[in-house]
């Protein structure tokens, strides 16, 4: 398939990355905002949402003159939840060590160098924070995101870390390749990550990593706390550990997609 000059497959990326800026804005966008700072040309961005409009992939609402997710697009995703995220296997587990250790609970999975957040559970007084399921963040200032690049295998890992934005969210973001390659290190050692209000301020995880009996990382697992220091998550080790264990064990019998035999 031919490439265009923007490294896309043609026609179909190009569609594709459409519909992520329109997923994008998180709300119906007008078209003046989607022509905005895209490199396609007028015409050719109309005539690809006019494209996804007749295959249901997009919606545009007449009165305000604004596209969102179509539902065919909604149906896409249920199937991808359900067939290819650890998010259905995971759930009676995230359920139990939420109960169980009172603070919020993630589910991830890498995207290319990205943390994609396939499920969360949290306390009865939640406090927002950026994670919500659905939702990209970073890998490298993340408690999930670096449990997971700990264990990637090293041509993995140095793709992964080229395509990290390194930028400085809070003061005790890692910022530098080597020192991040140090701290991965600690990781693998250790067998947990932490983040210390390294994404967010105020904001502390500890995540462990969800591996197949290969070794390949399948996701990864955080308790999120607010205000908590790491020594105080660490008392939940021993909870998280026997989850993230009971989520590999439900899935040796699941190829999980892409990875080939676990």
Same mark, same amino acid.
């Given at each position: 398939?031919?490439?265009?000059?923007?490294?896309?497959?043609?026609?179909?990326?190009? *569609?594709?990355?459409? /519909? @992520? #800026?329109? +997923?994008?804005?998180?709300?119906?966008?007008?078209?003046?905002?989607? &022509?905005? =700072?895209?490199?396609?040309?007028?015409?050719?961005?109309?005539?690809?949402?006019?494209?996804?409009?007749?295959?249901?992939?997009?919606?545009?609402?007449?009165?305000?003159?604004?596209?969102?997710?179509?539902?065919?697009?909604?149906?896409?995703?249920?199937?991808?939840?359900?067939?290819?995220?650890?998010?259905?296997? *995971?759930?009676?587990? /995230? @359920? #139990?060590? +939420?109960?169980?250790?009172?603070?919020?609970?993630?589910?991830?999975? &890498?995207? =290319?160098?990205?943390?994609?957040?396939?499920?969360?559970?949290?306390?009865?007084?939640?406090?927002?924070?950026?994670?919500?399921?659905?939702?990209?963040?970073?890998?490298?200032?993340?408690?999930?995101?670096?449990?997971?690049?700990?264990?990637?295998?090293?041509?993995?890992?140095?793709?992964?870390?080229?395509?990290? *934005?390194?930028?400085?969210?809070?003061?005790?973001?890692?910022?530098?390749?080597?020192?991040?390659?140090?701290?991965?290190?600690?990781?693998?050692?250790?067998?947990?990550?932490?983040?210390?209000?390294?994404?967010?301020?105020?904001?502390?995880?500890?995540?462990?990593?969800?591996?197949?009996?290969?070794?390949?990382?399948?996701?990864?697992?955080?308790?999120?706390?607010?205000?908590?220091?790491?020594?105080?998550?660490?008392?939940?080790?021993?909870?998280?550990?026997?989850?993230?264990?009971?989520?590999?064990?439900?899935?040796?019998?699941?190829?999980?997609?892409?990875?080939?035999?676990?």
């Amino acid at each position: 398939m031919q490439r265009d000059e923007a490294g896309q497959d043609g026609t179909v990326g190009k *569609a594709l990355g459409v /519909l @992520d #800026r329109v +997923a994008g804005f998180g709300r119906p966008v007008r078209f003046a905002e989607l &022509l905005e =700072g895209s490199d396609l040309p007028k015409a050719t961005l109309y005539r690809l949402l006019q494209t996804l409009l007749r295959q249901d992939m997009l919606t545009l609402d007449p009165e305000t003159g604004r596209y969102a997710p179509g539902i065919r697009l909604v149906r896409l995703a249920h199937a991808a939840w359900s067939q290819s995220s650890l998010a259905p296997i *995971a759930r009676p587990h /995230l @359920d #139990r060590l +939420a109960h169980e250790v009172g603070q919020t609970v993630h589910l991830a999975q &890498l995207d =290319g160098a990205q943390v994609l957040y396939v499920d969360k559970r949290g306390p009865a007084a939640a406090v927002r924070m950026y994670s919500e399921a659905g939702k990209v963040g970073p890998a490298y200032c993340t408690g999930v995101g670096k449990a997971m690049l700990a264990f990637l295998p090293e041509p993995e890992l140095e793709a992964a870390l080229a395509r990290q *934005a390194w930028h400085r969210f809070t003061p005790a973001t890692i910022t530098d390749p080597a020192a991040m390659r140090d701290e991965l290190a600690a990781i693998r050692a250790a067998g947990h990550a932490f983040d210390r209000e390294e994404h967010e301020p105020g904001i502390t995880c500890l995540a462990m990593p969800i591996l197949a009996p290969s070794g390949r990382v399948l996701g990864a697992v955080s308790i999120t706390g607010a205000g908590l220091g790491v020594e105080a998550l660490m008392q939940h080790r021993g909870a998280q550990a026997r989850a993230v264990a009971d989520i590999s064990g439900d899935l040796r019998d699941w190829r999980f997609p892409d990875q080939g035999e676990s």
